[in-house]
């Protein structure tokens, strides 16, 4: 059975998340209303990834009989100036979603927890990618400036992205 402390931290995780899932919905919304397809495709997979990796925690839990606790997800922002913005705060976001998997990953070895440390190292590794990807999308964001067909050109790479179901743990 899991530690109390680590089923708390890890269902705070599982909020997180649904929460970042909830996040990447609205930035959808906001570039579904710019029209801007590659985008809208980037943050689809982007929910689908946090859908997943809240998943994966969610039955990770399960897996140690620990207790699922689901709390409300709280509101999203709604309302960005431009695509560069948007992304701004999705590296943002991103490093936080890091500090709160290096947390996680404390509280694994504080209670000397070797499965959940080790079950976590994949969400570390998750985490170094995600910074890596948003970086790279927002170099190129920062680069085009106002240029309206250098952007029409990411938004067609950003199409290609695909979703690949991850396998966590």
């Known amino acids: 059975m899991i530690n109390e402390k680590m089923n708390a931290a890890l269902n705070n995780q ?18 579904q209303k710019m029209n801007l397809t590659g985008f809208v495709n980037w943050m689809n997979i982007q929910v689908q990834e946090e859908m997943a990796h809240a998943r994966g925690l969610y039955d990770y839990i399960q897996e140690r009989d ?17 695509p560069l913005q948007v992304f701004e705060d999705v590296l943002k ?6 500090s ?4 996680l990953a404390d509280v694994a070895d504080e209670t000397k927890d ?4 080790l079950f976590l190292q994949w ?4 985490q170094v990618e995600e910074e890596a990807s948003v970086s790279g ?12 067909n250098a952007l ?11 979703f690949t179901q991850p396998v966590i743990g």
């Open 123 to 126: 969400y570390i590794k998750e």
């Open 137 to 148: 999308v927002l170099e190129t964001l920062r680069m085009i400036k106002s240029d309206a």
């Open 100 to 103: 709160l998997i290096n947390n």
């Open 152 to 162: 029409l050109l990411l938004d067609r790479e950003l199409a290609q992205r695909t």
């Open 93 to 98: 976001h991103e490093q936080y979603v890091t």
């Open 14 to 31: 599982v909020n997180a998340e649904l929460y970042s899932a909830y996040l990447y919905l609205s930035m959808q919304a906001y570039f």
């Open 114 to 117: 070797r499965a959940a440390a």
């Open 66 to 82: 620990g207790e699922i606790v689901l709390e409300a997800i709280k509101k999203p922002d709604l309302k960005w100036n431009s």
